[in-house]
């Protein structure tokens, strides 16, 4: 089973995606987070992807689905996958379609405000990756991680400026793959109190074919 997780920076894909995950048995692709692995371990790719992602513009296809096509065919994509961050614009999206058969396509709706206030409160552990919310999941000790005890960061793509250039991109470049998709779309509202529960609760009802 593939199922694509769509919609802007900060409307919850990757956390409904861990919630998810565990109930389907099958991993959580985040081309994000691919990406920032092959940064972090200073790869080739890695370091042409670091100038886009710093200036908060998209990587380029050609290294997002090089990434990509790495990950999927490790052992624990056989049964399936979760896919989040892919595809960003319609020609991504058309090679998805040639590449894989898409079970289930959900797009994440939340308002530019509150994907503005959830994106620069994050904070990351660089150390074991735990994510923080300064409103919503603080840290016990203001700046430190609850797991590591390392001192947390705020990534340079969850900064205001960043934020808002990352939702012009994909309000120009990757809105149209809705279109694209047309009615194969499922919308979930991912705003408002215990949204990640209420959303990650439809998704598997739709799933397991109970609705």
């Known amino acids: 089973m593939i199922i694509v997780f769509f919609g802007p920076p900060g409307s919850g894909k990757g ?6 995950k565990k109930q389907l048995g099958i991993p959580h692709i985040s081309t994000g987070d691919l990406l920032r692995e092959e940064v972090k371990n200073k790869t080739e790719l890695g370091m042409k992807a670091k100038a886009y992602m710093d200036r908060g513009e998209l990587v380029p296809d050609e290294l ?11 052992p624990d994509c056989k049964k399936g996958f979760i896919l989040d961050g892919y595809p960003r ?17 959900f797009n994440f ?50 900064k205001p400026q960043a934020i808002r ?30 949204a990640s529960k209420t959303a990650s609760e439809k998704i598997l009802r739709i799933v397991k074919g109970e609705v």
């Not at 997002?64 to 490790?74: A, I, P, Q, Y």
């Open 15 to 20: 956390t409904i995606a861990s919630i998810v």
């Open 64 to 74: 997002v689905l090089e990434v990509l096509k790495k990950r999927t065919e490790k």
């Open 89 to 105: 614009n319609v020609e991504q999206a058309k090679t998805l379609d040639r590449m894989f058969k898409i079970d289930y396509i």
């Open 109 to 158: 709706v939340i308002s530019e405000e509150e994907i503005i206030r959830r994106l620069s409160n994050r904070r990351i552990c660089p150390k074991c990756g735990a994510i923080y919310n300064l409103i919503s999941m603080p840290p016990k000790t203001p700046g430190i991680c609850d797991q590591c005890g390392t001192a947390l960061i705020q990534r340079d793509d969850d």
């Open 165 to 194: 250039e990352r939702l012009s991109v994909y309000k120009k470049q990757t809105a149209p793959v809705l279109e694209y998709y047309g009615d194969r779309v499922i919308n979930v509202n991912t705003e408002g109190p215990n």
